[in-house]
Nanobody, 120 residues
């Protein structure tokens, strides 16, 4: 009931910036949080950032001070502003939406991903 589409990935030099976008559609009113995870080649998928409906955000320690998650409720879109990018940030970035509430079966939805490559 929720569809997610990421955009904004690409190739960037170390120290550069990118802004990822994730547009959500479907049963938007049932989503209580959205966020981003990433998966580097040969590694497990890891949590990056999340933002709840009340505006509270959380980040993995490795991106604190460099990444900022935000949302535009009018456009049903969440963003990830990535600054001071490092080669270690290279990964496929996946948008996540968590649906739940009273009388609702909890479900996590994932987008197809957008690739970010940080290299000279």
């Amino acid at each position: 009931q929720v569809q997610l589409v990421e955009s904004g990935g690409g190739l960037v030099q170390p120290g550069g910036s990118l802004r990822l976008s994730c547009a959500a559609s479907g049963s938007i009113s049932t989503i209580y949080a959205m966020g981003w995870s990433r998966q580097a080649p040969g590694a497990q998928r890891e949590f990056v950032a999340t933002i709840s409906n009340d505006g509270r955000s959380n980040y993995v320690d490795s991106v604190k001070g460099r990444f900022t998650i935000s949302r535009d409720s009018s456009k049903n879109t969440v963003y990830l502003q990535m600054n001071s990018l490092e080669p270690e940030d290279t990964a496929v970035y996946y948008c996540r939406a968590d649906r739940g509430g009273v009388g609702i079966v909890p479900v996590t939805y994932w987008g197809p991903g957008t690739e970010v490559t940080v290299s000279s």
